[in-house]
């Protein structure tokens, strides 16, 4: 079976701070996603890769970059961290068919100091 | 654009009672996938069931949900709810039509108690 791995799995920074999470998965699934969850919200999406090196904006992208140099990864930049923020940033990946679950990794859970 | 519409916020219920927790969805596509995740507390969702035939039941450990595309709604149901289904439940919708992100409801919070 595959896996989905983030890292890093917590993650401290400071206000003002450029943050990157990574993501890499060994399923070959085409389309990867990165969420943000904050705690008694839904999921909301950031940023998703259809194929290798494509990048398309979610419904949250501004304050984030992203990157799908390989098929097997998607990393996700913070520009710039907020102060006091708190959040889970899930990643995901599926199939590009729309028949096909997304299966989500263990998260990255951020704290802003 | 798409839409997935769930059952707001906290359902609460005693251990033993059935659970309903409501998904109805739009899409202009004739195809669509519907699918529910469960999320307990500190983990990831995962997938619980899915579902692209009409009017067909599917089941997974103990829930169970019918696409009915006529009503564009696919509930989750168990007949006797446990303690361990305190989770966060979404349900989500993918199409054949080319837009490649899934759409996800808002979640609805389930907590059993004795």
């Known amino acids: 079976g595959g896996i989905i791995t983030q890292t890093p799995k917590f993650l401290i920074g400071q206000e003002g701070q450029k943050l990157t999470l990574k993501c890499q998965q060994n399923f070959n699934h085409d389309t990867m996603y990165w969420y943000r969850q904050d705690s008694g919200k839904g999921l909301r999406l950031i940023y998703y890769?259809?194929?290798?090196?494509?990048?398309q904006k979610g419904d949250l992208s501004e304050g984030y970059d992203a990157s799908r140099e390989k098929k097997s990864s998607f990393s996700l930049t913070v520009t710039s961290a907020q102060k006091n923020e708190m959040a889970v940033f899930l990643c995901a990946s599926s199939y590009r068919e729309g028949n096909q679950a997304p299966l989500f990794g263990e998260g990255t859970r951020l704290s802003v100091l | 654009g798409d839409s997935v519409t769930q059952t707001e916020g906290l359902v609460t219920l005693t251990e033993g009672l059935p659970v309903m927790l409501n998904c109805t969805y739009q899409t202009i596509y004739s195809n669509p996938f519907l699918f529910w995740y469960v999320q307990h507390l500190n983990e990831s969702p995962r997938l619980l069931l899915k579902?692209?035939?009409?009017?067909k039941r599917t089941e997974h450990q103990g829930f169970h949900a019918t696409l009915h595309k006529s009503s564009s709604s696919f509930h989750l149901q168990k007949s006797s709810a446990q303690l361990s289904d305190s989770a966060l439940y979404y349900c989500?919708?993918?199409?054949?039509?080319?837009?490649?992100?899934?759409?996800f409801g808002k979640g609805t919070s389930l907590v059993v108690h004795p």
């Open positions: 579902s692209f035939t009409d009017n």
């Open positions: 989500a919708l993918r199409t054949s039509g080319g837009n490649y992100k899934p759409t």
């Open positions: 890769s259809i194929t290798e090196n494509d990048l």
